[in-house]
């Protein structure tokens, strides 16, 4: 074990080092960039041991990771905004061939007009298409998820590829001690690759070719059930990961002062942190609150969002991202499993790297309370947390800027 | 030297699978395993090949086989043969794909592994269109083809692939046709022992969008080689020279007239009766032999001196 000052991305290196992974392809992409940057130089350094292909774009990077797991290799691949959006087609194909492999995905808002800082709307985009998908909170987690990454996606259980999820600049370019186990511990802990079949003339094995309707609809119920599945994966990851290494998370949703909490808010990625010092400056004002930070958007934490709901009087989800014409994705989300129980707030805020700071996030959530407080039940799917000199105003008074 | 005794008499198209009567492609398959034998992983992306496999979870085709995205198929074969590099297995990774899959949506991946130089064999089973989906224009279908896209003929010619390869500076860029398969058999054998970007383009007539009747495939075939409007050659290792069917369409007065080939098409119907469309393919047809007369020239010095020295 040593500690390590890292940036997020270079800590994503280090862990795909450390999995001997031995095929990576990427095309690079501002925040991302620096992830290939460094295995590639780790690789040409002779440090690695494993074969760095430089192609032409997303769609052929993931799609070259895709053909080398497929032929047995471990494969990593990493990405952001556009190069995400790039390979859409691959996301789903790999997903859907039941491949297991890691791509990382620094979050960036997507143009136009073009804007590289960080917003969940690249990876909630890629929500719906069989992958797991993690959001890191710090650098720290960004590398512990990355190992862990592919011995959950490499679980027979499982059988999917994963995507670790760490936000624009805010992890990716800014440095943190990073505590980076041996490779011998890694290699204790890490088993070698497993796959559900291999392509090559020893197997003779076809994939991807037409099926009957009916077999198809069957094999989207197993990627569900694998998704299901996958839930118990990463609870049992996270506690052999934590006896191993020290880290434990808590699984799919990170809890803090949950268990005495009148209100809880749900946060996934870095700003998790301001939210966390948020709850502590309002326990002061004797607001009880918790935060529940979603490590896992998929599989969506159902059991452990619905019981809260159960315990709790209001719930207020904060949204880096938009779908549009609806709500806040996570709140979707996190509505459907709340099921009318308890009072709800859907923030949205953040958006293309918007500053949001812990004063924001006491204002919106003690607004909040004070109105369920009085009113009683509150639904409140929309709420827009608007920056200066917006803020505060009601979004019919607003006349947005479009160009 | 290709033997026909001597080709493995195994059945590489099985039944049940889902090829059209008269299908080029089913033909073209059966000759890549008889060349490759049993050292061969195939990539498909989108396109006639995706179900002439047949129902899953079944194959029709007597190969492991990735089938992947239409615009993958480039890079997903740079991928599995690197896996098989670091694994240390020596076996072959052919994409097999169509019009579309490399002149057109493929074309990005296809290039980039060119570039890269990638030790793959890239195959394009040129049909001329996009017949999978019904019969659509494509950047490789000719001047004046009728197509479902392009009702009163296509208005431009032919992307000349094989040239566009040369211009990547591989090791190994051939014309192929399924009407001559010892010829392709030889290429692909000798394809599998070079190593780096080997890339073979196989003609490929097909009775459903070109409108002949399925028994004249390889009749078709013949005739786009011998009317000069299909040259075959190869180009290897920066030097090109034409394939013995070739060599004496050369000499314009030895090619049979093109009208012959467009005649026996129901997609150049319309062509028939307008002199001047069909001086527009025979002026393509000058065109490619001029340019295939600069290459061989400017690639082959000893030839170059031989021809400076004789005048």
Known sequence: MTILTLTGNYAVAYAVKLARVKVVSAYPITPQTTIVEKLAEMIERGEMDAKMIRVESEHSALATVYGAASAGARAFTATASHGLLYMHEMVWWVAGARMPLVMAVVSRAIGPPWNIHVDHQDIFDQRDSGWIISMAQENQEAFDLTLQAFRISEDPRVYLPMMVGLEAFILSHTVAPVDVPDQKEVDEWLPPRRQPYVISPETNFVMGNIVPDEDYMMMRLSIQKAMEAAKEVIKEVDRSYGKKFGREYGGLVECKKCEDADYIIIIAGSWSGEAKMAIEDLREEGYRVGVARIRFIRPWPEEEISELASKVKGIIVFDRAVSFGSKGPLFLDV????????SLRGVIAG??????RKEHIIEVTKEFINKVEEEGRVFEPEYWLLPDPYRGKPLEEVAPRWW | MVIIHKLPNRRYGMPGNASCPGCPESMGLRYLKMALGDKAVLVIPAGCSSVIQGIGPKSGINFPILNIAFAAAGAAASGMKAAFEVQGKDYIVVVWAGDGGTAD???QALSGAAERNEDIIYICVDN??????????????PYGAWTTTTWTGKKEHKKNMPFILIAHDVPYV???????????IEK???????KGFKYI???????VGWRFDSSLTVKVAQLAVQTGMWPLFEYERGSFKLSPFSKKYKDPSKRVPVIEYLKIQGRFKHLLNKPEEIKKIEEYIERTWWWIDLLERSTNPAKTARELLNK
């Open chain 2, 188 to 194: 692909l054998r000798k394809a599998a022992k070079i």
């Open chain 2, 105 to 107: 949506i493929g074309f």
């Open chain 1, 335 to 342: 509505a459907t499993t709340v099921n009318g129980r308890t």
């Open chain 2, 201 to 207: 383009h196989l003609h490929a007539p097909d009775p």
């Open chain 2, 174 to 184: 051939a014309t192929a046709s399924v009407g001559y398969p010892h010829d392709f």
């Open chain 1, 351 to 356: 958006l293309g790297g918007t500053e949001v």
């Open chain 2, 128 to 141: 001329e269109a996009y017949m999978n989906t019904g019969i659509q224009r494509s950047g490789l279908t």
